[in-house]
């Protein structure tokens, strides 16, 4: 059983970095895709960035490339999102999912929303002055 447990988020000025984690456990091979999504007050669930275990390929959604960057740690099966130069519109809940085993992009993975996927508890982000 896949279980993810997310930390990092906190309250930051605009133009501030943060680094979430997501730590996983209950993956017995790399054949995995985790990804970071997050959901503001009124509006739907966005796939930020997604990372595929077997090659650690990437994807991110255009709203934040350039300025968020996913990596992960295969020897703690942990997963990062670095986000550097954020603004109050990154302001959300985010959340991790995982899917394992499967075999999709990173891509996809974002795409589908995580869909079939294990989700961590979410933590929130705010971006303020």
């Known amino acids: 059983q896949v279980q993810l447990v997310e930390s990092g988020g906190g309250l930051v000025q605009p133009g501030g970095s943060l680094r979430l984690s997501c730590a996983a456990s209950g993956f017995t091979s790399r054949n995995y895709a985790i990804g970071w999504f997050r959901q503001a007050p009124g509006k739907g669930r966005e796939g930020v960035s997604c990372?595929?275990?077997?090659?650690?390929?990437?994807y991110y959604a255009d709203s934040v490339k350039g300025r968020f960057t996913i990596s992960r740690d295969g020897a703690k099966n942990t997963v990062y999102l670095q986000m550097d130069s954020l603004k109050p519109e990154d302001t959300a809940v985010y959340y991790c999912?995982?899917?394992?085993?499967?075999?999709?992009?990173?891509?996809?993975?974002?795409?589908?929303?995580?869909?079939?996927?294990?989700w961590g508890q979410g933590t929130q982000v705010t971006v303020s002055s």
């Open positions: 999912a995982a899917r394992w085993p499967v075999f999709i992009s990173a891509q996809t993975m974002c795409v589908l929303q995580g869909a079939g996927g294990s």
């Open positions: 990372i595929r275990g077997s090659d650690g390929s990437t």
